[in-house]
């Protein structure tokens, strides 16, 4: 019987090495990931999203809030089925591992081959209309409110260098009315350049989703609910502003220019909800306080949302959301609120009144322990841990000290897990040294694992192990 308390496991997946993955973390890596948690009983997986990023490659900062980020694509050929085994090892071999991810130039590497495998299919399926150009059609249509939006965007920032500050493009195409006038002069000279350049970011998004979704049966079939960060904020750098910049209020949030919406807030958040259900279990929203704080709203829109998206528990979510706009609906800010959405539906914070989730994601147990005297020394007091040393043992008492928090959901980072250092540099720029293969592969591995098992038993936070966990362990 599985605990109503739960343990998961927080991890940038950029940062995630494994064999061939020619710089970054990938889909590949997230099936590991998921084999790791499921053989550890933990009963999630949380990362960071997984859209698209701009220049600044922070995850917050999204290209587009549909459009899923190319560098997270595992392009080996078993993973795509028109790419060129001669052309992946040749990337294969040149590429270098090291402590920093290297996104330009993986970014860039990872696009290559998915054109080179790009070319391939429009040969000898999209030219041919076989049944594998009737899959991506189909995508395409289940996509066309943002898919073709998308692709004008890209194709736009090709001309552009690769910068997507459309504020500082050619004035032919910096505003979306005039890009899309550009865009059906250019296709009238030359047709086939511009089809092909458009059909290949829409190819490229299929392959994501394709390979996004398939993480998540994996995840399902191991009894791991996948969770990830929806924020309400989007980059002015970005599709979705270029396309409706009056919808949008600029700001700087922690020294990053960003948006949030001035109209439709919940419609928008709906939409990432939406594209983002067919991927993960539940969503972390960490900045709708700040962002609906802005937002013109009534509670009429708000009740009309959530009757669209029923209560999980089978009661009216709207029932149980009392609105005051003049103190807009607070979340926790000790950590951020999980919000179940099964099937796309969103559960609001208030049906879960108490902090429900509590995070060491971002400045890891060890961080605290090197950095908090005052924590060393009741640690040692409690669970008998040397505070001179940091080892195997001092993360299991840390990980017995997490489990032990009230709140009914909790995660450690995979720097805990692998015992790592909080790397001073951007954190969306760090490679760890050690993937899901490698902690498995460690002498320690048999006996952490055991004690890891007792602490989730000691701590009411078991997740019974499926059949197929047990199988893969």
């Not at 008998?384 to 993360?395: G, K, L, Q, S």
């Amino acid at each position: 019987m599985t605990s109503a308390r739960t343990a998961g496991l927080e991890v940038p997946v950029f940062a995630i090495p494994r064999d061939g993955d020619l710089g970054c973390g990938d889909t590949r890596v997230v099936h590991e990931l998921i084999d790791l948690a499921a053989e550890l009983r933990l009963h999630h997986l949380t990362i960071l999203p997984i859209q698209e990023t701009v220049r600044d490659n922070d995850p917050a900062s999204a290209i587009s809030i549909y459009a899923l980020d190319p560098i997270l694509l595992d392009v080996d050929p078993a993973a795509v089925e028109d790419a060129s085994p001669e052309a992946y090892q040749r990337i294969a071999a040149t590429s270098e591992a090291s402590g920093a991810l290297a996104y330009g130039r993986v970014k860039k590497a990872k696009l290559d081959l998915l054109w080179q495998a790009f070319e391939q299919f429009w040969e000898k399926h999209f030219l041919q209309g076989t049944s594998r150009a009737r899959a991506y059609h189909r995508f395409c249509r289940s996509e066309q409110n943002w898919l073709p939006d998308y692709a004008l965007f890209r194709l736009l920032m090709d001309f552009e260098q690769g910068s997507e500050a459309w504020q500082d493009w050619n004035d032919e195409y910096a505003r979306y009315g005039a890009a899309k006038r550009f865009l059906v002069g250019l296709a009238t000279k030359k047709p086939e350049a511009v089809e092909r350049q458009l059909a290949f970011y829409a190819y490229v998004q299929w392959i994501a989703d394709d390979q996004w979704r398939r993480v998540r049966t994996h995840a399902e079939r191991m009894g791991v609910r996948l969770i990830t960060d929806l924020h309400c904020a989007i980059s002015p750098d970005s599709a979705d502003f270029f396309r409706s910049p009056s919808h949008y209020r600029m700001e700087m949030i922690k020294g990053r220019r960003t948006a949030t919406c001035r109209t439709k807030l919940l419609g928008h958040l709906e939409a990432r909800l939406r594209r983002q259900a067919s991927f993960f279990d539940q969503f972390r929203i960490a900045d709708f306080r700040q962002s609906s704080a802005h937002a013109e709203k009534t509670e009429e829109d708000l009740r009309a949302f959530l009757d669209r998206l029923p209560d999980p528990d089978g009661d009216s979510a709207a029932m149980h959301f009392k609105v005051d706009w003049q103190s807009p609906p607070s979340l926790p800010m000790r950590s951020a609120q999980l919000w179940p959405a099964p099937n796309g539906h969103l559960l609001p914070p208030e049906a879960r009144p108490l902090m429900s989730f509590s995070s060491f994601g971002t400045d890891s147990l060890r961080r605290l322990w090197t950095n908090d005297p005052r924590f060393r020394s009741r640690l040692k007091n409690q669970w008998a841990v040397n505070p001179e040393r940091y080892d195997a043992r001092t993360t299991l008492s840390l990980l017995r000290k997490l489990f032990q928090h009230p709140a009914p959901d909790v995660q450690i980072s995979y720097m805990d897990l692998a015992g790592l250092e909080n790397n001073p540099s951007d954190g969306w720029l760090t490679r760890y040294p050690k993937g899901p293969h490698d902690l498995r592969q460690s002498a320690e591995w048999e006996d952490f694992r055991t004690e890891f098992h007792k602490i989730l038993e000691q701590t009411s936070r078991t997740l019974e192990p499926s059949e197929k966990a047990v199988e893969s362990v």
